[in-house]
């Protein structure tokens, strides 16, 4: 999973539907602090995606 803070992020400004300015004043860090966290989060997440999909893909090729 995602590192507290990272996760934290993600929840205020897309489940909470919070200002990235709101969700910094919650979590006591900068509006920019919060893009960063998110930002890596949304990242290493598309990487998760990206190998379970070329994993999915390798098996699948195998299976035929």
Do not use: W, Y
């Not at 300015?21 to 960063?36: F, I, L």
């Not at 190998?51 to 299976?63: A, E, F, L, W, Y």
């Amino acid at each position: 999973s995602l590192p507290e803070r990272e996760r934290s992020a993600m929840r205020l400004h897309f489940f909470e539907d919070m200002t990235l300015k709101e969700a910094g004043r919650v979590m006591d860090v900068t509006e920019s602090r919060v893009s960063q966290l998110v930002t890596k989060a949304i990242g290493t997440l598309q990487k998760r995606m990206t190998n379970r999909m070329r994993g999915d893909q390798v098996q699948t090729s195998q299976i035929d």
